[in-house]
């Protein structure tokens, strides 16, 4: 089992800045990539990025140029940087850990959510 622990959610302005931090514990070694998923009201939950345990990474098009995901290994952490945020990036965002291969990445572990709000 891998626990997340999300933080780093909260209220801004259009056009300001946050930073999402995602700790993982316990079986690290069965996953190989993280990842921030978004799910708005009355949505779909979306995958908005994702990291390898490499550095390889992937963004939906929607926040491309605006966020920025990194990963600290030796801390197990996960970080998304969202800059120039706007109102429609108003969601829960959860962590994830899980498997990506080819071109698939699976969550097998998700965080509790944390409520990311820009106000316009």
């Known amino acids: 089992q891998v626990q997340l622990v999300e933080s780093g959610g909260g209220l801004v302005q259009a056009g300001g800045s946050l930073r999402l931090s995602c700790a993982a514990s316990?079986?690290?070694?069965?996953?190989?990539?993280m990842g921030w998923y978004r799910q708005a009201p009355g949505k779909q939950r979306e995958l908005v990025a994702r990291i390898s345990d490499g550095g390889t990474w992937l963004y939906t098009d929607s926040v491309k140029g605006r966020f920025t995901i990194s990963r600290d290994n030796a801390k197990n952490t996960v970080y998304l940087q969202m800059n120039s945020l706007k109102p429609e990036d108003t969601a829960v965002y959860y962590c994830s850990a899980g498997k990506w291969l080819g071109h698939v990445y699976k969550a097998d572990y998700w965080g509790q959510g944390t409520q990311v709000t820009v106000s316009s």
């Open positions: 316990g079986s690290t070694a069965s996953i190989n990539a």
